[in-house]
């Protein structure tokens, strides 16, 4: 199993344009999610999902979009990219919650992204 | 405030030392904390995870939860430079609503 995999891994734009950050798991998750890392910030939640058609927003939504059209898929875009959307940006994924599992979430590598 | 705070680092101990990293959060309504590991430019993965106060022992890592305090504290016995890592706290009341701390960086010297 590949786990989590994100593309690209480095990505610079320049201010207004636009592109998509993918993420695909192999692992037959139902939760997917969006974080983005940022110096002395922690990771903070962009936008989730538990379950194919199904998003919801986390802490920080505004400028990202999201869909979620099969199990596996879960792209992250950015509509008109600006220099505060430059940061580390990482997918993660796990089963459904049901209380008696951990929850754990399993991560991408990450993909790291500077806008001019 | 920060609802979860966790003191940056960089933290650098020798081989064989007992490391002590800490996190504080303020919402009492907590009940979910873990600790993630976080190795340059890579993503996190779960090292340990808790759902009550009191101490869980994995090896020669323990996790602590003091609700009372509102504390959690992760202890490494015997660290090696392989424990070289970021360490992050994840608090909170569901998988949602996880709140990451700003993580801790270590250092173990050989």
């Known amino acids: 199993n590949a786990g989590v995999t994100q593309t690209p891994k480095f990505q610079v734009l320049k201010t207004g344009q636009s592109m998509t950050l993918q993420c695909a798991q192999d692992?037959?998750?139902?939760?997917m999610s969006w974080y983005r890392q940022d110096p002395g910030m922690g990771l903070r939640l962009i936008h989730y999902?538990?379950?194919?058609?199904?998003?919801d927003q986390g802490e920080v939504p505004n400028g990202y979009n999201v869909s979620r059209s099969t199990t596996e898929d879960f792209p992250l875009r950015l509509l008109s990219a600006a220099p505060s959307q430059t940061s580390v940006y990482f997918c993660?994924?796990?089963?459904?919650?049901?209380?008696?599992?951990?929850?754990?979430?399993?991560f991408g590598e990450g993909s790291r992204l500077t806008v001019l | 405030q920060k609802e979860v705070e966790q003191d940056p680092g960089p933290l650098s101990v020798p081989e064989g030392a007992i490391v002590s990293l800490n996190c504080t959060y303020s919402?009492?309504?907590?009940?979910?904390f873990m600790w993630y590991r976080q190795y340059s430019r890579k993503g996190p993965e779960l090292l340990m995870y808790?759902?009550?106060?009191g101490n869980k022992e994995d090896g020669r890592f323990t996790a602590q939860v003091d609700k009372s305090s509102k504390y959690i504290s992760l202890f490494i016995r015997d660290s090696q430079p392989s424990d070289s890592a970021t360490y992050l706290c994840?608090?909170?009341?569901?998988?949602?609503?996880?709140?990451f701390g700003s993580g801790t960086r270590l250092q173990v010297q050989p």
């Open positions: 692992m037959n998750h139902e939760y």
């Open positions: 993660a994924s796990s089963y459904s919650w049901t209380g008696t599992n951990t929850g754990e979430l399993f």
């Open positions: 919402n009492s309504a907590f009940q979910y």
């Open positions: 808790t759902y009550s106060s």
């Open positions: 999902s538990v379950g194919a058609g199904i998003t």
């Open positions: 994840a608090i909170g009341t569901g998988r949602r609503a996880l709140t």
